[in-house]
């Protein structure tokens, strides 16, 4: 049976708060057993919901996983609304 090793994906989702700023969303994907990133992206977005669904679809393609929930972080703009969304899914991939 193959050996398993862990990794993790990580996922942030930030606006851009000037005047028409737009939603830049990232992602990258680690392992134990490497030193360097294996797998990132970026991609900018109009609103946080076509970010989110972005983000979830890398997740179908680059994990075993099926989604990765994003928690909305502390900052916040003018109209009280979040502006800094962030997510992490650990799982495990054969050797």
Do not use: C, H
């Not at 090793?5 to 996922?11: G, L, M, P």
Request: proline fraction near 1%; avoid cysteine.
């Amino acid at each position: 049976m193959a050996k398993k090793i862990t990794a993790q994906f990580e996922a942030e989702l930030r606006k851009n708060q000037e005047k028409g700023g737009a939603w830049l969303g990232e992602f990258s994907v680690t392992r134990d057993d490497y030193d360097k990133v294996v797998v990132s992206g970026r991609e900018a977005f109009s609103n946080a919901s076509a970010g989110k669904r972005w983000l979830k679809a890398q997740v179908l393609a680059n994990t075993n996983k099926k989604s990765i929930k994003m928690i909305a972080n502390a900052d916040r703009d003018a109209k009280d609304k979040p502006v800094f969304f962030y997510g992490a899914v650990v799982f495990k991939v054969d050797a």
